[in-house]
């Protein structure tokens, strides 16, 4: 009986050590590649360029960059975790439809909502125009092209990301464990803070890195309320100055920034361990809210709501609607092209992230080896990385392969044939590939953990191979998730700015980078109906989100 275990084990062993994993080390490689040049770019500086950069827009940049993340993190802690614990924690009328429209500001990109609430708040908006009917003087009011206003529009588009893991936080909770400590005597606010937001802190922690490097990434809300950051600077450098070195040490640096944020994800989860009971323990008995402190949180949450999400979709399609009678001849032909152009780049990089995603979680899980897990984790990194410092991160290389192929080409055969790969939709699909490997790949490696492992080691005894593997047992499992990840992708690479503005062909433009161009010009209305396709189709992860919300609850 030992001789047999050991002689499986042996086995075992020796087919992982044959069935190295070539292709997900290949595709590891290919992912971690942008982000290594661009970091490498530091190790080498060019003392001119930071020594121009120092006297001019990095000290500034450095400190907005600073101001934003502190503040987007503060406020998406604040507003995210204390509407999760409402929904939880309290029954009042409503409560099951306001959880779900908590989730909708997701569907409006940052930049949608910045230049909506530009074009709103403004001195020459309709509401500072209506408030001089009856003041004089508005210098009281808040000025909305600020640091304070980026702010407050990334706030409200990206606390749901807190919001949907506290509250997922809060319901894996034991409601036994609140109720031993009130039969303590110990009150709401003690309970809260001594109990249920440190058995939350590392999901809670989680969201507010993921909200923290989405403000990193951003650089258009940015440049609309004229406060420059790191991810502004990439841009202007590239586009102003056309440095690509410059261009790629700066990016090092935002690069750097985004390790930092994080190590300080796990540092704030700190080391000590919360565990809580699991099993069928029942949670959080919510407690009825009645009378007028139940609508007050009703009128909390439909707030947040109407400012996150119905007043910039309102403005949206109020602009489209005004402005498509009086619309010019020619322009929906220009903007079925910008349809075509968004969908033939959402297609295709949702196809190729997902087929990638398939091959690397497959391949991982079939040489079950820890080098897997590795790659894993190397190849899912790009998500944490601004979309500007993985497009410097991808020119460099393309555009010295295209240099060396037409020195090649010249020396052998007397032709070059121009840049090939530099500014074409292959730098494009590649960008998206990298940073968003690692929404296709948990969605596909979910799956995967639903299939029993003898499934796969009896194909193993029976000498299937793995890609036969995959395709015929893998594939057909996984077909769900596949999908539910191809559509993520989907959305993201049509609300992706960064990287569409930095690499797409020239004159090849999509919906985002129509309504950033717009916008930029204070052509509100020419950016709406974009800017309105653009939120309507981010609502497909959002009723995704919604309808597995329900199935778990």
């Known amino acids: 009986m030992k001789t047999a275990i050991a002689k499986r084990s042996f086995i075992k062993h020796g087919q992982g050590l044959r069935s190295l994993p070539v292709l997900p080390l290949f595709l590891a490689i290919l992912i971690v590649l942008p982000v290594l040049v661009v970091a490498s770019a530091l190790f080498t500086p060019t003392w001119e360029v930071w020594s121009h950069l120092a006297q001019t827009l990095l000290p500034e940049m450095i400190k907005n960059t600073l101001v934003l993340l502190a503040g987007v993190g503060a406020g998406t802690l604040f507003l995210g975790v204390s509407l999760a614990w409402v929904v939880t924690a309290y029954r009042f009328p409503g409560r099951k439809i306001l959880e779900l429209l908590l989730l909708l500001p997701m569907a409006v990109p940052t930049y949608v909502q910045g230049f909506v609430y ?59 464990l609140i109720e031993a400590a009130r039969v303590m005597g110990y009150g709401s606010g003690h309970i809260f803070f001594r109990i249920v937001l ?51 040490e700066l990016a090092g640096l935002l690069a750097f920034a985004a390790l930092a944020i994080v190590l300080l ?116 990194s790009g998500y944490a ?14 555009s010295a ?42 969605s596909v490696d979910s799956s995967l953990e639903k299939i029993t492992p003898n499934i796969t080691a009896a194909a193993q005894i029976l000498g299937a ?28 690479v049509m609300k992706e700015l960064p990287i569409t503005v930095m690499l797409r062909p020239f004159g090849y433009d999509t919906l985002a980078v129509w309504v950033w161009q717009m916008a930029a010009e204070s052509i509100w209305a020419g950016a709406s109906l974009p800017a309105l ?5 981010g609502l497909l992860p959002v009723v995704f989100l919604t309808r597995v919300g329900s199935r778990n609850n």
């Open 465 to 492: 191979k793995p890609w036969r593997i995959a395709w015929k047992i893998h594939l057909p499992l996984v077909a769900p998730g596949m999908l539910a990840g191809a559509i993520l992708v989907f959305v993201d």
């Open 118 to 176: 530009m074009a709103t708040f403004d001195i020459a908006g309709p509401l500072q125009t209506f408030l001089r009917r009856y003041f004089t003087d508005l210098t009281w009011f808040p000025e909305i092209r600020s640091g304070g206003g980026a702010i407050l529009v990334m706030t409200l588009v990206l606390y749901p990301y807190v919001y949907l893991l506290a509250k997922a936080a809060f319901r894996e909770q034991s409601g036994s």
């Open 265 to 380: 994800e796990h540092a704030l989860r700190g080391r000590t361990r919360y565990y809580q009971a699991g099993g069928k323990a029942p949670g959080i008995t919510p407690l009825t809210l009645r009378g007028w402190r139940g609508w007050l949180m009703v009128l909390g949450c439909l707030l947040v709501v109407a400012l996150a999400f119905l007043l910039p979709v309102t403005q949206l399609a109020s602009w489209t609607w005004s402005e498509l009678p009086r619309l010019p001849e020619g322009t929906m032909s220009v903007y079925a092209q910008l349809i075509r152009n968004t969908l033939i780049l959402s297609l295709t990089a949702a196809f190729f992230v997902t087929i990638a995603a398939l091959v690397l979680a497959s391949s991982i899980r079939l040489n079950g080896s820890s080098v897997g897990f590795v790659l894993a984790k190397l190849a899912t």
């Open 385 to 398: 990385i601004p979309g500007a410092v993985i497009a410097v991160g991808i020119i460099v290389p393309l």
């Open 198 to 248: 440190p058995l939350a802190r590392p999901s809670i922690a989680a969201g507010v890195a993921l909200a923290i490097m989405e403000a990193l990434a951003d650089f258009a809300t940015v440049r609309f309320f004229n406060f420059p950051t790191l991810s502004d600077g990439v841009i202007r450098v590239w586009h102003g100055m056309m440095d690509l070195r410059a261009a790629s």
């Open 401 to 442: 392969f295209d240099h060396a192929l037409n020195n090649f080409l010249e020396a052998w055969l007397g032709i070059t044939p121009g840049l090939l790969l530099t500014g074409s939709i292959v730098g494009l699909i590649y960008a998206y590939v990298v940073r968003f490997m690692a929404v296709s790949f948990n």
């Open 533 to 537: 396709a653009i939120v309507l189709v």
